[in-house]
């Protein structure tokens, strides 16, 4: 279990897919279904479309448009939102994530989801499972343009929340992602190991990193905030 010095943090922001929810159904659905549906409407092989797919993500990784549905339905003329809802069935909360988050709430932590995942995922993430009723406010960066891997978005993102940067911890899957947290300044970082439950266990050295949310739990209790925001 990594330590974390729970008396020094008051804010806690979360990314959502593999983070709070099991990464497998976003896997499953650009890797698998996404190119098996091209395929089908296209007549090329599964495994053509699979590896075009795959070199235009790496073309656009880590900007905005990776992030929006928008840009992938002008590219593919097609409705990527009735396409995720066909295998929507996949969606699930990790087992170890609403402990976790009862445990912030109850000890006065303020809670925020910050996904770089389109304003529509988030909204068909959160009616499967039922996300927004734990955790204080949900944030998708696309309202600001920018990306978690921008600094901009972190600059943005600090005035819309108003929090202190050396108390606070924010939890992702996405090591490139948590650099750039480090680089702003968050005083305190945790990475997650396990983020697809088909996938095997990921050896992260570069930060602490948890594969169980519930080691954690009876520490946060301890130390609850004194003056919670």
């Known amino acids: 279990m990594p330590f974390l010095p729970w008396s020094e943090i008051d804010t806690v922001l979360l990314d959502m897919d593999g ?14 279904h996404l190119p098996k549906k091209i395929a089908e409407r296209s007549g090329k092989s599964v495994d053509e479309c699979k590896t075009t797919m ?11 448009q990776w992030y929006c549905l928008d840009y992938w339905a002008d ?13 929507q069935h996949l ?5 170890d994530t609403l402990p ?11 809670v925020v989801l910050v996904t770089n995942a389109h304003p529509d995922s988030l909204s068909l993430k959160v009616e499967h499972t ?7 406010e949900l944030i998708s960066t696309h ?3 920018v990306t978690k891997e921008s600094q901009q978005l972190w600059q943005q993102l600090r005035q819309r929340l108003n929090f202190d940067p050396a108390r606070t911890l924010f939890v992702d899957d996405s090591v490139p992602i948590l ?13 997650v190991s396990n983020p697809d439950s088909k996938q095997p266990l990921r050896n992260i050295n570069e930060f602490p990193a948890i594969s169980d949310y519930r080691t954690m739990v009876d520490e946060i209790r301890q130390h609850p905030v004194k003056n919670p925001l």
Do not use: C
Not at 179 to 191: D, E, N, S, V, W
């Open 19 to 32: 983070t709070l929810l099991d990464l497998h159904f976003d896997n499953h659905f650009w890797i698998e």
């Open 179 to 191: 650099h750039a947290a480090k680089r702003f300044g968050i005083g305190h970082l945790l990475a």
């Open 100 to 110: 976790f988050l009862d445990a912030l709430h109850d000890s006065g932590r303020k």
């Open 130 to 136: 039922q996300l927004d009723s734990h955790i204080d």
């Open 91 to 95: 969606i699930s909360m990790r087992p």
């Open 143 to 145: 309202e600001f343009g």
């Open 54 to 64: 795959l070199a235009h993500y790496q073309q656009v990784f880590g900007q905005i």
């Open 75 to 87: 590219q593919l003329n097609m409705d990527i939102m009735a396409a995720k809802r066909e295998v």
